[in-house]
């Protein structure tokens, strides 16, 4: 049973075109993630949604943005991709924000900038 | 401020044997930890997780850890490398006043045949 879908799981865009990764869930937790990941390195957290509460990372660029829409569905927009952009991007929930609950993670959409 | 350190970014072992992937971290108050592991394109998945109680914790596929307060440690452990366990694993840690997690850079395991 899918718990953490992210679409596509592959992206090929141009650089400076925008893109949008989609991520959705059926765990109904109150907080979501994004990260980003590159080869051979940790994730790196962006920015979290508890609920409708946006909260970013200050060392995120402004080149990326985010929507939480519903409940369900998350989403990462990045604006004006460069070839720096390119990597895994992880979208994570977990049930609540102030307490030990692990966060599940969806496979990841690759993004490849072009 | 917390940080993770996972001595080993390349670690190999011969199918059968003992797996020990390390974990510390520096925190002045014991935080949450975890081990995730990830498959090639795959997500992040929980191996196993330590808040309070008992200090060995065992997860899936075999893996244990135990939290050391003293060491401040946090290793990963399996008695017998399956060729299955190929992946990268990640300790993380957690505050226990908030859900920031911190991510190790990563451990890279072999299993040789």
């Known amino acids: 049973d899918a718990m953490v879908i992210q679409n596509p799981r592959y992206q090929v865009t141009q650089f400076g075109k925008p893109v949008t990764l989609s991520c959705s869930q059926t765990?109904?937790?109150?907080?979501m993630y994004w990260y980003q990941q590159k080869s051979s390195q940790a994730p790196k957290l962006l920015f979290h949604y508890y609920d409708k509460d946006f909260n970013n990372e200050a060392d995120t660029p402004d080149n990326f943005q985010s929507r939480r829409p519903n409940t369900s569905f998350c989403f990462l927009d990045i604006r004006s991709p460069g070839l720096g952009d390119a990597a895994m991007y992880l979208c994570a929930t977990s049930r609540e924000r102030w307490d030990p609950y692990e966060q599940y993670f969806g496979p990841g959409t690759r993004l490849t900038v072009t | 401020a917390q940080s993770v350190t996972q001595l080993g970014s390349h670690v190999s072992v011969s199918e059968g044997a003992l797996v020990l992937l390390r974990c510390n971290y520096s925190s002045s108050v014991p935080p949450y930890l975890f081990w995730y592991v990830q498959y090639p394109n795959q997500g992040l998945q929980l191996l196993l997780k330590y808040t309070t109680g008992a200090t060995l914790v065992k997860g899936i596929n075999g893996f244990e850890a135990e939290f050391k307060k003293s060491e401040t440690s946090f290793h990963l452990t399996k008695p017998s490398a399956h060729m299955s366990d190929a992946a990268e694993y990640f300790c993380?840690?957690?505050?226990?006043?908030?859900?920031?997690?911190?991510f190790g850079t990563g451990t890279s395991l072999t299993v040789i045949p």
């Open positions: 993380a840690v957690s505050p226990n006043t908030g859900n920031q997690f911190y």
């Open positions: 765990l109904n937790h109150n907080v």
